[in-house]
């Protein structure tokens, strides 16, 4: 059973803080990483994909990849009220190409 | 372009009804998948079509019915459905080529069952 564990939450943090979200996963040949952004009654919304190890950065967004430690994590810098929301992370298993998402973390940017 | 649409966008039916669910793109990608998620529940994934073949069914009960007209299209047939079914109904798509599979996400279809 492929497994993706998101840190519980939720989240507050102040505006202007960095917020860290934390994911990990448990299909050791996955390859593709993926944070979604979803405001409450809407749909997931793409924020950022990595598949290599390392940190990759757009704009406010950090996401951090580490295949031997089967952790990925997303890094919000400036955190505004506006980037409150459940973020998801997924994972695309190796094989069967399927997304499997974490259970979400709630983040809430306290004004 | 990175839209995927859906219509409708709410949807309230009664178990004997029959209906359906449509979901276009234009972005040329290559699978479609239909996602159902229940309120403060991550996306559950139901079917995938790869170039326009079913690919994955998950179990899903037969009550609810896939179809791909073309690359640009997918439908859900909804029939019979109970109570529980009523959820956001989610389509996706993703190019599926070498290095690319991102998946999108339309709006989704928030559908009552009475």
């Known amino acids: 059973q492929k497994e993706v564990e998101q840190n519980s939450g939720p989240l507050s943090v102040p505006e202007g803080a960095i917020a860290s979200l934390n994911c990990t996963y448990s299909?050791?040949?996955?390859?593709?990483f993926f944070w979604y952004r979803q405001y409450s009654g809407k749909s997931p919304e793409l924020i950022m994909s990595i598949y290599s190890n390392g940190d990759k950065e757009d704009g406010r967004f950090t996401a951090q990849l580490n295949k031997a430690s089967q952790y990925v994590s997303l890094l919000i810098r400036d955190s505004q009220p506006s980037d409150s929301a459940t973020y998801l992370c997924?994972?695309?298993?190796?094989?069967?190409?399927?997304?499997?998402f974490g259970s979400g973390t709630q983040l809430t940017v306290l004004p | 372009d990175t839209e995927v649409t859906q219509t409708p966008k709410h949807l309230v039916m009664g178990m004997t009804n029959k209906k359906s669910l449509k979901c276009e793109q234009h972005?040329?990608?290559?699978?479609m998948y239909w996602y159902k998620q229940k309120a403060k529940k991550p996306p559950e994934l139901m079917f995938v079509?790869?170039?326009?073949?079913?690919?994955i069914n998950e179990s899903v009960p037969s009550r609810f019915s896939p179809e791909c007209p073309n690359s640009s299209l997918l439908n859900l047939h909804l029939h019979a459905l109970q109570p529980e079914d009523s959820a956001l109904y989610l389509c996706?798509?993703?190019?599926?080529?070498?290095?690319?599979?991102?998946?999108?996400f339309g709006p989704g279809t928030r559908l009552t069952v009475l």
């Open positions: 972005m040329g990608h290559r699978a």
């Open positions: 079509y790869s170039y326009e073949k079913l690919s």
């Open positions: 997924a994972v695309l298993s190796g094989s069967a190409r399927q997304l499997t």
């Open positions: 299909d050791r040949v996955s390859q593709s």
């Open positions: 996706a798509s993703s190019q599926e080529s070498q290095g690319a599979y991102e998946q999108f």
